[in-house]
């Protein structure tokens, strides 16, 4: 375990507080030390809903993380989805000063972008950059530090929220006794996790499926060119059966997970079973066919406004690969010939990442056991994603027009050539 880095990641959702923390070896070596998760759901859609039971739930997650791990945090990579966001595709111009790129020359031409596309009420959470261009040569490069050039184009893109909303969040996790490192989209982090290198290459769109949130992202040419939360979930799935059967959430939930499936077209119209609510005395019989009909209609309305997203960006044409699934919300039963009947176009499921691996440092095998099952388990794939990024090329390539990139140097990296608007800047990218 020489020359490795401790990580501590929190990933909030609407339905638990999870951390992970990883010990990082390389990029495809990535042991994880210890977990710890509690449920908690004040944290819906991206708002704080109270903050004190909230921040009580990241103390007990980090304490149990730091428990398994035997170790101490003090700071964080955060990992969050928010309705919030807003995503732009941007560019940064640069008179090169001394005939070569410096350092300083990359955080000048973010800082440029952020001046004419960055709110003063917003604030940059997350950036990716996706190319350079070098005077005017057609293709772009990754890493122009030390190059020759006149002048450099960088294009990024933004993903803002609100200035407000992140002072929020700055306090709670201050209140935690932990500072943040980076803020991240999570579903940029699902993705680092869930999508293949060819996917990202030939044009994907990941779709994330929370609790409160459906949070997406598209790749294309290896770059992020598209991100969007809607705020929308599979929560809302519960509520419907709740509201349409007359039982409380909390069994309406049972009741999904059990027998809710979202394809219809498997169901036996006349085929009913009896439902025995916990604590009561009560019957309820529930048709099959009705409870598919409630789940799929409120999936349809989630991947119609996927789809309207991707209409209004002009990116359909894009998605070679078609659209990986990824969150709680799209391991109901049905999904995958569901959505692909739905959408017309290839779906998958996303799979384990062979770069994480449970790290036996424990004097009983019981322990290790339980960590090793958690790194299976699908609700911590968009933490352990947060592990994965930052180890990317995507991440180092964007940290070179962040002011620290000044004193840490050039940051070396490799870039394949790309060819030319999303609306005027995707094509440039493109």
């Known amino acids: 375990m020489k020359n490795t880095e401790n990580l501590v990641v929190v990933h909030l959702s609407a339905t638990a507080v999870y951390v992970v923390i990883g010990s990082v070896v390389s990029a495809k070596d990535i042991r994880i030390m210890g977990v710890g998760q509690v449920k908690n759901s004040d944290f819906y859609q991206g708002q704080i809903k109270h903050r004190e039971r909230l921040q009580g739930a990241i103390k007990q997650a980090i304490q149990d993380a730091e428990d398994m791990a035997n170790c101490r945090v003090h700071s964080v990579w955060l990992t969050l989805a928010t309705p919030e966001l807003s995503s732009k595709n941007s560019i940064g111009s640069v008179a090169v000063e001394e005939e070569m790129v410096r350092a300083r020359d990359m955080v000048q031409a973010l800082s440029n972008a952020k ?67 980076h803020i991240v989209f999570d579903a940029v982090t699902s993705a680092e996790y869930s999508l293949m290198s060819e996917e990202r290459q030939q044009g994907v769109c990941l779709v994330d499926i929370g609790a409160s949130t459906t949070s997406i992202c598209v790749y294309k040419e290896n770059k992020l060119i598209f991100t969007h939360c809607i705020a929308s979930g599979s929560h809302e799935v519960t509520m419907d059966i709740s509201a349409d059967i007359g039982i409380s959430m909390i069994e309406a939930e049972k009741l999904k997970k059990s027998h809710g499936t979202v394809d219809i077209h498997s169901m036996d119209p006349s085929s009913f079973f009896i439902f025995k609510p916990q604590g009561s005395g009560d019957e309820v019989n529930v048709s099959l066919y009705n409870l598919a009909r409630i789940v799929e209609a409120r999936y349809i309305q989630i991947f119609t406004e996927v789809i309207r997203q991707l209409h209004e960006a002009e990116l359909l044409g894009y998605i070679d690969r078609g659209i990986v699934l990824n969150g709680g919300g799209s391991t109901i039963k049905g999904m995958i010939p569901f959505a692909k009947r739905l959408l017309k176009m290839p779906v998958v499921l996303s799979n384990t990442h062979p770069a994480i691996t449970a790290y036996n440092h424990f004097d009983n095998e019981e322990s290790f056991k339980q960590l090793s099952m958690q790194v299976n388990n699908r609700a911590y794939q968009t933490a352990f994603g947060t592990l994965l990024y930052s180890q990317s090329e995507q991440f180092r390539h964007s940290e070179q027009s962040e002011p620290d990139a000044i004193k840490q140097g050039r940051l070396k990296g490799t870039f394949q050539s790309v060819g030319q608007r999303f609306t005027s800047v995707l094509k440039k990218i493109l």
Do not use: F, W
């Open 115 to 181: 001046s004419q596309d960055l709110p003063s009420d917003y604030y940059l959470m997350h950036c990716c950059q996706q190319g350079i261009y070098i005077d005017e040569q057609d293709t772009m490069v990754d890493d122009a530090i030390e190059m020759i050039a006149k002048d450099i184009t960088v294009m990024y893109h933004m993903m803002m929220m609100p200035v407000s909303s992140r002072q929020n969040i700055q306090k709670l996790l201050q209140g935690c006794d932990v500072g943040i490192d």
